[in-house]
Structures are given as structure tokens and as C-alpha cells.
């Protein structure tokens, strides 16, 4: 920890005495200042240890002494030297009251001591916290890098940077679910910053986020008593080389993290960016490789397929799977967000991100503030990928990346770098880091193909599937276990959208615009094998085009049948088709005598029954027959054709649904 006016008292070399303000010596020191200005106020930056002799004051003036002192302490001195037997042998009484009345620390300075000394011992002082906790950060570094390569992976690494930071520790994955957290008992609270973790995730990254602030149970590594009621300090950091967040780690600590503290946080971001991300070359390869196995499975080579899959998709293929196609209809808002999304996570992440300082960051002059803007403090680690990509979420891929050994990063390293910490936004009560380019408060436009490959990911992940995920344009195509958590994820993640937004069957057509968010539509085949792909995949498209036209997000090929066909007549061109060929009948109403449209749909409502149709009409049958002879020669055609009666009720329906609408 840093000096403080009480070790300074106990230093056997300057023999320093208390005069005043017993009860204030465990203050840290940030530097020791000499200065005979009467009002040295200006030049204070907050923290220091003032050394006067008193040349320039009037020190007997027990109104000035009170002013001067009172001005000290507004301007965050810590403490007072004075000098004795150079201008008086003891303090002047008006100084040594004005400093009780004050509370400000009051230190008598023997005569063989000079002030040198004093700012040598502090100077000592603060490299030593600065040397340690630079050890302790590259000790917490190897204990992190250890555990990370080891068998427990992510779960091993946190459990040991919640030792580091005597607190807690979690992990969320790409969808913001919680997947490992350290002590056990940190999962609960970690579940209840979902919301906070989705801001989080709404913005391009690096950022972070810091929730809360005071200390209180659960704050430490022990379990609360109380686990509804923490009143912890929780700082999210982003995982991910690119704009795109691929994961986060939340950090739970009863008070601001020191500087060896904020170290471990930072190696543990870079290892666990390392640990989440594929390189882009790797993507780009299981790219490659998952869409060669989809056009064989399509083109009936199932052998081939599985013989290409390999170890990477094999088990996919041994097992029913399910075929899904997902697409963003072109010209909507959230088509143009996928093209912003898409371009922007391909661009590399800013080199250093600013980052604002907060309340725990200390500034300049002991130089042992770091930024979180970058989000890690062991290398930029230039060979990890970004983006939704093919592959399955059973693995994290490893491998050795420019920047991440013990070497140091200017800005984000274990180094000195005065007053670049992360601080506080005035007025909020959290503290936030974002990357260049995004305004602070303005969330990132959302991709709705990535962000269900994301979820469909992340789910496998937990459960060790394996997810064929095939970008095509405008499409997503995957291939997931039937039955198991990536299909079921789709699900809820089409569930809680039509949710939120208190959807209804809203018919409507392939280029319809449709609000934000509410764009994306899915189908599911039923369960297939790879000699049934192809025909999964036209399952799928079905699925797809019902689910586009009844206004669902998702529609399984169960589904396709069931309800009534009526919402698939929801199409401009069906509705161009009855209204051309009704239009002469419902001209004759207009300006004729006799209700044929009426009757129409009355006499094929009563499958040609004249007297029923007639009552239902409250007209002799006479009249009826008279009337559907009227509208064979008004539309040139014979009820007496089945294929004529059905596309005339089709049309009935049609222009039905339309008015109603």
C-alpha cells in the first residue's frame, strides 16, 4: 500500500513527531510538497504532505492560521510539516489550535531533518507499492496463464482471479448467459446483472461498465448472508479483439481495485479474449470447410460429407439433426444494421481505446493509473479473430498470439502511466470505457443473424454440441442436434423477440418492411438425416416462406399445415388476382340491381344447396338462380367448374381479409 503519514512517523531516520490530528495518521500520502507561499492552495493537487517553515506566514495570527489551514484541508492536504528551530522552536500555538479545530495532522520536523529527506522517504515509498504491485501483477499473470491452460480452463482462471482480487468473478458467454462463475455462489449474482451485461454488450468494444460502488456483504469471497441485498462493486469488461463482444468478465470486489488488482483483471481479459476467440484465419477455414459440407449433404453425398467433416462436424452427422434458415428481408432497418454490423466486425479494434477516469484511479504524480479503454494488460493479441463465423461451439481454439507474454503495452501493461485510467461519467453512477467510434449512451445497431448464431452457439457450447453455422448472403443456415440446446435456444430466443415486441400473426410479404428488430424469420425442418438433407433444407424453406407470410418469427415444418391457408393468401399479388377477377361483379353492385357478390359467396358457402342458400340470403331460390346465372355471364365462366368455384371462393377470402385489414 502506498505511504501513509503514520509510517512516516514510525521512520527512524526522520524522527517526526505528532502534533495534532492523531487519529488521521493511516491517510496515504501521495507526495511530500514544500512550499512558503501563503496561500499554496493553487499548486495543490490533492493528497499531499505540505512542509513550511513558516517564513512567509503569520503564524502567532490565530485568524490567519485558522484561513490558511482551513484552505489546506479544502484543498485536500493530508498534512503539515513544521519545521523546528529554523523561524520558531516550537509550532505557534495559533497554528497547532487552527489544526486540531481543522483535524489536519500536524508533524514537528526536528532540525536535523531536512525536507529532503522527507520527500526521499515518500518518493521510496511509493516505487516500493509501485515495484509490488507490478510483481504481484506479473505473479497474477503466470497463476492466470497457468489455470487457463489448464484442464478446468475458463472455471480454473476464475477462481483464481477471485483470490487475486479477494471478490468474485464470472463469465458470460456471446448471448450474456452466465457459463462459469467463482465461488460457487457468485452464479446468483452474477444472474442479476443480465441487464447491465446486455448494455454492455450493446456497445462496440472494448468498453466497460462498473455497477455499484459501496462495500457490504457479499462483496469479498465469502458467501452473504443475504445474497438479495449486495451492495458490492462490480466492473464488466468486454471480451473480444474486434467491435463485436464476444464475451464478459464481471469482477465483484467490496472496494475500488488497486493497482496489482487491476492487473490480474486485465491479464484475465486477455487470456480469456484468447480463450473465446478464433483466429482469423481459423474462422475462415472452418468457413470454408462447414459450407463444403453443406453443399455435399444438399447434393446427396452424405459419405463425402462426413469424410470432409471429419472430427469437426462427424458427430453432427451420426445423429438426426434439424436444418434451419434464418434471413433478414433486404431494404428493412435491420438488414442496413447487419451491413453496418458486418463492415464494422471486420474492422480491427482501435489500437487504444480513451477511457475516462474513475473515483479508484489514481492520478498523476504516483503514475499508477492503467486503462481499461483497451480492456487487457498483457499485449493486444493481434491474431485473434473476430465475427460470427462456421464452426462449432464445442471448441475455443488456442494457440501462441503476438503480445500476450509478460511483455508490457504502453497504456495497458503493467507500466506507469500517469492519469489514464478508467473514471467515472459525471451525473451517472457508472463508469464506462467505450472504443473509439461509438458515442457513449448509443447502443450499437444489432445484427439478427449474429446474434442468433450467437445464442444457437453459446447454448451447444454449454452442453457440448456441435452447430454447423453457414453464413449464405442474406441467409443463415444451421445445422443442430434434434432435440437438443442449440434448436431449443432458437426457440426461447424466438419466443422472448415475439415477446417483446407482443407480437400477433401479422401476414405480410417477402419485401414488406417490417420494424426494427421485428425482421428476422426462421424456419426449422423437421428431423432428418444426411441422406434427407435436401430435402431438410426445402423443409426448411417452406417453413421459412410461412413464417414470412403469417408474420412468426419461427415456424417449424410441423407447423406448416396446421392453421388455415387463409394467412398465406397475405400477398399483394393474390390480392392484384381477386380483386381483377371480382371487379366486374362488384361493379354491377355498385350500379345495378341484385347483390351478386353477396350471393356468390352465399350460394358456395352452401356448397350450391339453393335452398339454403337462399334462406340464408332471405330470397326465393328463383331469384338466386337467377342471380348465379347473372354472374356466369358477367365473368364468362361456369360455376359448374370445381377449379372456377375454388378460385372464385379463394378470391372471396382474399378481398375479405384485406378489408378487414
Not at 371487379?583 to 353477396?598: F, I, K, M, N, Q
Request: net charge negative; aromatic share 4%; proline share 7%.
Amino acid at each position: 500500500m502506498p505511504p501513509t503519514l503514520a509510517s512516516l512517523v514510525r521512520h527512524p531516520g526522520l524522527k517526526l513527531s505528532v502534533l495534532a490530528g492523531e487519529d488521521r495518521l493511516e491517510t496515504p500520502v501521495r507526495w511530500a510538497h514544500v512550499s512558503e507561499l501563503a496561500d499554496p492552495v493553487p499548486y495543490m493537487d490533492g493528497g499531499e504532505l505540505l512542509l513550511i517553515t513558516a517564513m512567509q506566514l503569520k503564524a502567532e495570527d490565530p485568524d490567519e492560521m485558522s484561513r490558511y489551514v482551513r484552505r489546506l484541508v479544502g484543498a485536500g492536504v493530508v498534512g503539515l510539516g513544521f519545521a523546528l528551530g529554523v523561524k520558531y522552536d516550537e509550532v505557534p500555538p495559533a497554528l497547532a489550535e487552527a489544526a486540531k479545530e481543522e483535524g489536519l495532522p500536524l508533524l514537528g520536523v526536528p532540525r536535523r531533518t531536512p525536507f529532503i529527506a522527507i520527500s526521499k522517504a515518500v518518493s521510496a515509498a511509493i516505487a516500493a507499492d509501485q515495484y509490488r504491485a507490478v510483481t504481484a501483477g506479473f505473479e497474477a499473470q503466470r497463476e492466470l496463464t497457468r489455470a487457463a491452460i489448464g484442464a478446468e480452463g475458463p472455471a480454473a482462471l476464475l477462481a483464481r482471479l477471485a483470490s487475486h482480487v479477494d471478490g468474485w468473478a464470472a463469465l458470460y458467454d456471446a448471448s450474456g448467459s452466465v457459463v462459469a462463475a467463482a465461488p460457487d455462489w457468485a452464479a446468483r449474482r452474477a444472474a442479476r446483472l443480465v441487464t447491465d451485461v446486455e448494455r454492455l454488450r450493446s456497445r462496440p468494444g472494448p468498453a466497460s461498465i462498473v455497477v455499484g460502488g459501496g462495500g457490504g456483504a457479499g462483496a469479498t469471497g465469502a458467501e452473504p448472508a443475504d445474497d438479495t441485498a449486495v451492495a458490492d462493486r462490480v466492473e464488466l469488461q468486454s471480451l473480444g479483439t474486434g467491435r463485436r463482444t464476444r464475451g464478459v468478465l464481471a469482477v465483484g470486489t467490496g472496494a475500488p481495485l488497486g493497482t496489482a488488482e487491476r492487473y490480474a483483471v486485465h491479464s484475465a481479459v486477455a487470456l480469456l479474449t484468447l480463450m473465446t476467440e478464433r483466429s482469423r484465419a481459423l474462422r475462415e477455414a472452418e468457413q470454408r470447410l462447414g459450407a463444403a459440407v453443406l453443399r455435399m449433404l444438399l447434393a446427396g453425398e452424405p459419405d463425402h460429407a462426413r469424410a470432409v467433416a471429419g472430427r469437426l462436424y462427424g458427430g453432427l452427422l451420426d445423429a438426426p439433426f434439424r436444418m434451419l434458415v434464418a434471413e433478414v428481408p433486404s431494404g428493412g432497418a435491420a438488414h442496413q444494421a447487419r451491413m453496418a454490423s458486418s463492415a464494422a466486425d471486420e474492422a480491427p479494434a482501435p489500437a487504444q481505446a480513451p477511457a475516462e477516469r474513475p473515483a479508484d484511479a489514481t492520478t498523476a504524480g504516483t503514475g499508477t493509473s492503467v486503462s481499461t479503454g483497451t480492456g487487457v494488460g498483457t499485449g493486444t493479441g493481434t491474431g485473434a479473430g473476430t465475427g460470427m463465423g462456421i464452426g462449432r461451439s464445442t471448441g475455443s481454439g488456442t494457440g501462441a498470439v503476438p503480445g500476450t507474454g509478460p511483455g508490457t503495452v504502453p497504456g495497458t501493461g503493467p507500466g506507469t502511466v500517469p492519469g489514464t485510467g478508467p473514471g467515472t461519467v459525471p451525473g451517472t453512477g457508472a463508469t464506462m470505457a467505450a472504443g473509439a467510434g461509438a458515442a457513449v449512451g448509443e447502443p450499437e445497431p444489432a445484427d439478427p443473424l449474429a446474434t442468433l448464431a450467437d445464442t444457437m452457439e453459446a447454448a451447444a457450447a454449454r452442453t457440448g454440441e456441435s452447430v454447423l453455422v453457414v453464413p449464405d448472403g442474406e441467409r443463415l443456415i444451421v445445422l443442430a442436434p434434434d432435440g437438443g440446446s442449440a434448436v431449443e435456444a432458437c426457440a426461447e430466443h424466438a419466443r422472448a423477440v415475439e415477446s417483446r415486441r407482443g407480437t400477433k400473426a401479422r401476414p405480410r410479404g417477402r419485401g414488406a418492411a417490417a420494424p426494427h428488430g421485428d425482421e428476422l424469420v426462421i424456419g426449422l425442418s423437421a428431423p432428418a438425416g444426411p441422406i434427407a438433407a435436401a430435402a431438410a433444407y426445402r423443409q426448411a424453406e417452406q417453413a421459412l416462406s410461412v413464417a414470412r407470410r403469417r408474420g412468426r418469427m419461427l415456424v417449424e415444418h410441423e407447423q406448416v399445415a396446421a392453421g388455415s391457408v387463409l394467412p398465406l393468401l397475405a400477398d399483394d399479388a393474390v390480392r392484384a388476382f381477386a380483386d381483377g377477377m371480382l371487379r366486374a361483379l362488384y361493379e354491377h353492385d355498385a350500379t345495378g340491381r341484385g347483390d351478386l357478390v353477396a350471393s356468390l359467396r352465399a350460394w358456395l358457402s352452401r356448397h350450391g344447396q339453393w335452398d339454403a342458400a337462399a334462406a340464408d340470403l332471405g330470397v326465393h331460390r328463383h331469384t338466386l338462380r337467377y342471380r348465379m346465372r347473372r354472374v356466369e355471364e358477367i365473368l364468362g365462366r361456369s360455376l359448374d367448374d370445381p377449379d372456377v368455384r375454388m378460385e372464385l371462393w379463394l378470391a372471396l377470402k382474399a378481398t375479405a381479409s384485406c378489408t378487414s385489414t
